[in-house]
């Protein structure tokens, strides 16, 4: 049986040892038991977010236990612990999905001006976005070109998902990052061709 509170993932960065043995205490005082139930625990919560539609279900469920071990241990009055993650699943669902339909948004209103455009304005398009890209950092330019490769499905969501391990990261900051990169560069190219 594999001790929930031995887990080196990112996951568990904000979560202290001590929290997450009061959360396992609160399933079980029988640790293996308390193992079990959190594993179940886990696999419903990564069924629930899957079912949601949520692009990383694994590491949501993980978001999902790791609040409520927080909170737990700060004091929240938790009469039973499945449905308090249930909750905190839900608050975390509507989180991600907001800002999947931002980034959504974003990324189709980009590509409708360009659709719009006529060649030569594309053509300019094209010509700014190379200039804007060199202005980010050496960094960032590497996360962009390497978070924005073209996969799909399942193959999408593990490449960028061994992105924000060996960025040490969570998929959700890596995801918000980017947003916050492509803003940037959109920012800089309307910048660039209104100046033009």
């Known amino acids: 049986m594999t001790d929930p509170t031995q887990d080196n993932s990112k996951a568990r960065q904000n979560v202290s040892r001590e929290a997450l043995e009061r959360f396992l205490k609160r399933l079980s005082p029988n640790l293996d038991e308390a193992g079990r139930l959190y594993t179940r625990l886990h696999g419903k919560l990564v069924g629930f977010f899957n079912l949601r539609g949520i692009s990383d279900p694994l590491s949501a469920a993980d978001e999902t236990l790791d609040r409520a071990a927080i909170k737990m241990a700060a004091g929240a ?99 918000m990052r980017v947003t916050r990169l492509r803003k940037t560069l959109t920012d800089c190219v309307k910048s660039s061709l209104n100046e033009t």
Do not use: W
């Open 77 to 175: 009055p938790v009469p039973d612990v499945n449905r308090y993650c249930s909750g905190i699943a839900r608050n975390i669902a509507k989180e991600r999905m907001r800002l999947m339909q931002r980034e959504v948004s974003a990324f189709r209103n980009f590509i409708e001006n360009l659709a719009d455009s006529s060649e030569e304005q594309v053509e300019r398009i094209s010509h700014v976005l190379k200039p804007c890209f060199e202005q980010l950092v050496a960094e960032d330019q590497k996360l962009l070109a390497a978070y924005c490769q073209v996969l799909r499905g399942s193959a999408r969501i593990e490449h960028r998902r061994r992105l924000a391990e060996t960025m040490k990261t969570t998929m959700l900051a890596l995801r």
